[in-house]
């Protein structure tokens, strides 16, 4: 199976630049999409297809995929970016998530 | 508005059966794929398995691969879950999701407030 890896917790302060990568053998050949979860809540697309935003994520949220690793890009992060942040792709009839990453605002 | 709303969740015993419904509004119900997704206490998001439009095409992951049944009802535009020989360890929070599919890629629109499901003796 394909195995994705993200970092455990990344910290950034606040108004600074978040980035959360997700590895991957030869990820950018492949189609990855973010996920946001707040504690107790249902998680959220915020990329799908590599960089594209749905429709009320601001443009604070970015996202690329290139070689082996996909990052997520959080711009002027703020308190209300505290949250687990997965990435996803579908591989040979499967669908898989990354590990999930907690990324704090200080 | 797209709305998910699971149901059908609660206690059960290891070997157990549970059949899990998510009602579904808001959206063109029989023109797009619908999956399951999960997320034990504390841990990361488990994709369950996923159907088709019509129901023609279902895929499973390995770990509920002939233990669990994805359907769907398009006319009650309501997708179900059968669960059999039920685990300690599928204890979870079942989500209820709204893809977009193609040959290159699958992703989860849309999401249900989730479900819990409890294994134990």
């Known amino acids: 199976s394909y195995d994705l890896t993200q970092p455990l917790s990344v910290s950034v302060a606040l108004g600074q630049t978040a980035r959360i990568t997700c590895g991957g053998d030869?990820?950018?050949?492949?189609?990855v999409h973010w996920y946001q979860q707040k504690p107790g809540q249902a998680p959220i697309l915020v990329i799908y297809?590599?960089?594209n935003r749905p429709s009320g994520i601001p443009e604070r949220f970015s996202g690329t995929n290139s070689g082996n690793t996909a990052t997520l890009t959080i711009g002027r992060a703020q308190v209300g970016d505290e949250a687990d942040y997965y990435c996803?792709?579908?591989?040979?009839?499967?669908?898989?998530f990354g590990t999930g990453t907690k990324v704090t605002v200080l | 508005e797209v709305q998910l709303v699971e149901s059908g969740g609660g206690l059960v015993q290891p070997g157990g059966t549970l059949r899990l419904s998510c009602a579904a509004s808001?959206?063109?119900?029989?023109?797009?794929?619908l999956s399951w997704v999960r997320q034990a206490p504390g841990k990361g998001l488990e994709w369950v398995a996923n159907?088709?439009?019509?129901?023609?095409?279902?895929y499973y992951g390995d770990s509920v691969k002939g233990r669990f049944t994805i359907s769907r009802d398009n006319a009650k535009e309501s997708l179900y879950l059968q669960m059999n020989s039920l685990r300690v360890e599928d204890t979870a929070i079942y989500y209820c999701?709204?893809?977009?599919?193609?040959?290159?890629?699958?992703?989860?629109?849309?999401w249900g407030q989730g479900i819990l499901v409890s294994v134990s003796s």
């Open positions: 999701t709204r893809d977009s599919f193609s040959a290159w890629w699958h992703y989860f629109e849309d």
């Open positions: 808001g959206f063109t119900f029989n023109r797009h794929w």
């Open positions: 159907i088709k439009e019509d129901g023609s095409e279902k």
């Open positions: 030869n990820i950018g050949a492949k189609i």
């Open positions: 297809r590599d960089g």
């Open positions: 996803q792709l579908w591989d040979s009839g499967t669908s898989v």
